[in-house]
């Protein structure tokens, strides 16, 4: 690579850093505009909170989805509405449900999901078909910035929980087996 090349490569990577950079600031702060006291955190209350600032409640529903499906963020006129795959481990079901939480912090665009949903759900929740999805990633398929943004949301929030020593909240269990409960014990997940 001469020298030319190596100044354009840079410019870019520069460039690059600071998009990113950006969108780190904007995920920072809506972060820190919820004042939120990790050392109090369970989902429950997390989303109890959310909804106390926002002045719309939020209604999570597990169900069935198919396994590529994680999750489902429908916005309708009154709530907002979850629906979370039952079939994941609890671990997941609780980074899905603060991603599509990210979603509605951060403002992002609805798509249509009445392909995912039965219109007659769509109908009764009074909602014109649009959401976001959160399925899983293909190695083919584009990761847009505010996918990106929602997953950066979450880390923050398990960065704050791990600060908070509340991690057994975050995950559950440290183990559903027995024989291996007190191994992941002594590992850190439980206090």
């Known amino acids: 690579m001469n020298f030319i090349e190596r100044v354009v490569s840079k ?3 520069n460039l690059q ?3 990113h950079k950006m969108a780190d600031d904007r995920v920072q702060e809506a972060l820190d505009a919820l004042a939120y006291d990790f050392s ?3 989902l429950a209350h997390f989303v ?3 909804v106390r600032l926002r002045q719309k409640p939020i209604q ?3 169900l069935p989805l198919t396994a590529a499906l994680f999750g489902v963020w429908v916005s309708a006129a009154r709530q907002d509405y979850i629906f979370c795959n039952m079939r994941l481990q609890p671990i997941h079901q609780t980074h899905v449900i603060l991603h599509e939480i990210a979603h509605m912090l951060l403002n992002h665009r609805r798509e249509r999901i009445d392909h995912v949903l039965p219109p007659d759900l769509l109908r009764e929740l ?3 078909s649009a959401g976001r999805l959160r399925v899983a990633p293909d190695r083919d398929q584009h990761v847009d910035a505010e996918e990106q943004e929602s997953e950066r949301f979450v880390y923050l929030i398990q960065r704050q929980v791990v600060r908070a020593r509340r991690l057994a909240e975050l995950t559950g269990e440290s183990s559903s087996i ?3 409960k007190p191994i992941t014990d002594a590992m850190g997940f439980a206090e």
Request: proline share 5%.
């Open 48 to 50: 109890s909170h959310i």
């Open 178 to 180: 027995p024989t291996l």
């Open 40 to 42: 109090q955190f369970e």
């Open 60 to 62: 999570i529903i597990q």
């Open 11 to 13: 410019r870019i990577q």
């Open 126 to 128: 009074g909602q014109d």
């Open 17 to 19: 850093f600071r998009k």
